[in-house]
């Protein structure tokens, strides 16, 4: 285990030396325009979403697992905070965010007390709640009530300069790192996914402690949902559409092993802002076809799997 986690704290750094790179060359394409506060805010602003899912689903991969449905249950989030927010801001928000950690712990229950493989529960709970949204809305984008401008400040506002989503995103960081190392059911994660036979015989209650990473994946795809919503001032049922794709690939390129046990949203956090980053590089340049970042993301998340499956197997054989 000692050998994993010095691998990964390597892998870390790498992705963060990949990141000032990257920084670097964006500064040296574009200059002022790259550096010019709106954009800074834009490309902020437009990655806490995603990032917001890629940490809760770094949990549930550390874990063993993974969640096909993130981008669905955005949208339906998404969904329920415009309709909501007929009834008050407030309610929009935490109406959004139970309905998110109900979704969750449904995934959690699906695969932790029914063991169904995860692939396929959330692939059957994505369709589900996708189809839900196209129900609930006729496929139709739904307004936020007119007068919740307080709402919309969520997706649209500022705070000391900084935008608020932005800042919910750090937020989230600083909380999951502290869940995860310096709680026992964050440690527990951990433990399961290296090897959960030997987590149940030390007395982990493997069951609810996946629950608990779904239920907590769930809770922040409702807080990515309310962001969208109130960025764009109407809820949107074809929305997030392929995020769970970015938010996995954040993840794996920030180091977590996709077979769980080692991992850090840390990690996460660069593999999000690296994806980020590419966007808006491709976007300033104009006349990059935008679909290359879709190539460029793939690529990325080729050599991620790459460079960690060897170390990964020789730390393990070392054990």
Known sequence: MARLSLLFRERTVRTALFLLALLLFAWLMYGEVFLNLLNLRNVLRQTSMIGLIALGMTLVIVGGGIDLSVGAMTALASVTAAYLSRESGWMAIVGTIILGLLLGLLNGVLVAVLRIVPFIATLATMMTFRGSAYLLTDIKSIPVAPGEKAFTQIGRGYLLGAPLPALVFVGALGILYLFSVSTRPGRQIFAIGDNEEAARMMGVNVAWTKILSYAILGLLCGLSGIILTARLGAGQPVGA??????????????????????????????????????SNIINLNGEINAFWQRIVTGVLLLGAVFMQWRPERQGREKL
Not at 244 to 273: D, K
């Open 241 to 278: 559409e392929g995020w769970e794709m970015n938010a996995i690939a954040a993840v794996l390129i920030g180091g977590t092993l996709l077979s769980g046990g080692v991992g850090s949203v840390v990690g996460t956090f660069f593999g999000v802002l690296i994806l980020g980053l590419i």
